[in-house]
C-alpha cells in the first residue's frame, strides 16, 4: 500500500526520552481525511502510555489524542467536511462501528474494542496507531470532530480528550442546574470538570492536595475549595454532594471522598485505572445507596456535542504552550502537578525543526 512518511515525536523505550522520529501516514480511502496538525495537547495518558505504567504499550509510542488542526486533504466520498477546514481528533480513531454499543454512539465502549488514535492496532498499515505528536493525521471522517471557530484553537485542544472525558460522566449522571458536584484534582481533567459542570449550571466544588491552587480554582469557577489532607475540611462536606469526579491519576484513598456523598450519590473514577488501595468499605455505599462507577472519554455525537456547548457557552482549556522538543521537561512538570493546566504543542515547532 502507498503511504507517506512524515515527522513525529516518540520513544523507544518506557525509560528512554521522546525525540524526533520519522512514522508512516497511509494513503487515503474514498472516507479519509487528512489534517494538517497545528496544535495537539498532553494528556496524563500520553504520559502514563509513554512509560509503560499501564502495561501493553508498543514502542516506538507516539503519544498525543487531543488533535486540532486544517484539512489539507480529503477523500472521493466526503460531504461534512472540505479542505480548509478546521477539524479535531480525539481518543479514537475507529471502531466495529455496527456493535449495540457502536449502534449508540458509544464508540468508547465498542464491544470488539475500539481503535486508539496511539497505541492502537492500525487495521491499514499492520503494526500500532501514532497519535498527535507529528506532522498530519489520516482519519476516517466518522471520527473527525467539527472545531467552533470563535474559539482559541490552541485552547480548544484539550477538549478532544480532557474535555469529553469529564463532559461525559457530567451528561450520564444528568448534572444540571443547582446540582452539587466535586472534582477531585486540578489538573487538565479537573479544571475542564469545573469548567463544565459549572456550565452547566452546577455548584462546584475542588478537592484538592495542594493549597496554592485554592484562588486559581476560584478563578476557574469552583465555588469551594476543599483541601484533601485536611481532616476539618473534609468533614465539613460530609453527605454533601450528588456527584464526584476523580481525575487522581494514581493509587489513592478514595472512601473519604465517598463520605462526601450524598445518598443515592455517585463518585465516578476517571483516573487511575488498577485495584484500589485501600479497598472499598460497602458501609457507606449500602447504608446510602452509593456508587462508585467509571467512565471512559466519550462517544463521537457526545465529543461534537460538547464541543458545540464549549463554542456556545465560550469554554476552552486554561493551556501554556510549548515547543515539541520541550516535552520531557513537560512531562517531568506534569509529575509534579506543575502544569496550569494543560500543555499544548505548537506542532509548527515540530514542523519547522532542522
Ligand atoms: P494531570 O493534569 O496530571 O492532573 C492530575 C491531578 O491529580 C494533579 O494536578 C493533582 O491535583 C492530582 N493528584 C493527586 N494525587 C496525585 C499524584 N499522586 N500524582 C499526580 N497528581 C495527583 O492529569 P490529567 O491529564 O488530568 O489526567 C488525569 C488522569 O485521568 C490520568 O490518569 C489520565 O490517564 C486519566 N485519563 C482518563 C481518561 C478516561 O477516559 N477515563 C481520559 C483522559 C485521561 P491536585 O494538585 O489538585 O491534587
Ligand atoms: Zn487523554
Known sequence: MNS?????????????D????????RELTATDIEIEILYCGVCHSDLHTARNDWGGTKY??????E????????????????????????CLVDSCRTC?????????????????????????LGGHTFGGYSEK???DEHFVLKIPTTLDLAAVAPLLCAGIT?????????????????????????????????GLGAEVTLFSRTAEKTADAKALGADEVIISTD????KSVNGKFDLIIDTVPYVHDVNPYVSTLNNSGTLVLVGYLGELDPMLNSVPLILGRKSVAGSLIGGIAETQEMLDFCGKHNIVSEIEIINMQSINEAYARMLKSDVKYRFVIDMASLRNSE
Open 4 to 16: 507517506n512518511k512524515i515527522k513525529a515525536f516518540g520513544t523507544a523505550a518506557a525509560d528512554a
Open 18 to 25: 521522546l525525540k524526533e522520529l520519522n512514522i508512516e501516514r
Open 60 to 65: 516506538p509510542a507516539v503519544p498525543g489524542h
Open 67 to 90: 488533535i486540532v488542526g486544517r484539512i489539507t486533504h480529503i477523500g472521493s466520498a466526503i460531504t461534512k467536511f472540505k479542505v480548509g477546514d478546521l477539524a479535531g481528533v480525539g
Open 100 to 124: 449495540e454499543s457502536c449502534k449508540k454512539d458509544l464508540e468508547q465502549y465498542c464491544l470488539t474494542g475500539f481503535t486508539g488514535t496511539y497505541n492502537g492496532k492500525d487495521k491499514h
Open 137 to 139: 493525521v489520516v482519519v
Open 166 to 198: 469529564t463532559w461525559s460522566p457530567l451528561k450520564h449522571w444528568n448534572v444540571k442546574e443547582g446540582s452539587k458536584v466535586a472534582v477531585v484534582g486540578l489538573g487538565g481533567l479537573g479544571h475542564m470538570a469545573i469548567k463544565l459542570a459549572k
Open 231 to 234: 481532616a476539618k475540611q473534609m
